[in-house]
């Protein structure tokens, strides 16, 4: 996530060939996601005085190198310069995996299934389902209604962490 405090945050200062994926904006803040082929920019801009310079602030955190390598990259796509993957702020293969489970089980819950079917389904395929009270006292029961819980958070509201810098 790049923070840029500029004077009109309604002007997008989108390299060329970047198209808006995600957009949110609220009082202050703008929160973009861009991309061109495969490249992904995640832009904050935030309102500043008026005839303030347009910069980017590095907030000092615990994300504070993947920051600056984030607005290094930045910086070289606005230039013109050809950026790689950015491998610090992609999700790791794990991550990628787990947000497409916790998809897959938000849709099957909007298709109508219920927690045994997601559980032998999806969570765990290759398991034979459990019936009566030992499904009920199962572990595979508790982890399965923890990412039921995770999925509806990941939808109502958790994915838009991808776009804030908190």
């Not at 082929?37 to 347009?54: F, M, Q």
Request: net charge positive; aromatic share 4%.
């Amino acid at each position: 996530m790049v923070v840029v405090e500029t004077a009109d945050i309604a002007a997008i200062p989108l390299p060329p060939g970047f198209e808006a994926l995600a957009d949110h904006r609220e009082r202050n803040e703008h929160h973009l996601v861009a991309a061109r082929g495969a490249a992904r920019l995640r832009l904050c801009l935030r309102a500043a005085p008026p005839r303030c310079p347009d910069c980017l602030v590095i907030l000092r955190d615990q994300c504070a190198i993947v920051r600056l390598a984030a607005a290094a990259r930045f910086e070289r796509v606005t230039c013109g310069l050809r950026i790689g993957q950015d491998r610090a702020a992609s999700p790791s293969a794990y991550r990628r995996s787990r947000l497409v489970q916790l998809l897959s089980i938000h849709d099957a819950l909007d298709a109508g299934a219920d927690q045994r079917d997601i559980a032998f389904g999806l969570v765990f395929p290759r398991h034979r389902p459990l019936i009566g009270a030992t499904w009920k006292g199962s572990g595979e029961r508790r982890h399965t209604l923890r990412l039921i819980a995770d999925a509806r958070r990941l939808v109502t509201g958790g994915y838009r962490k991808l776009l804030r810098h908190d």
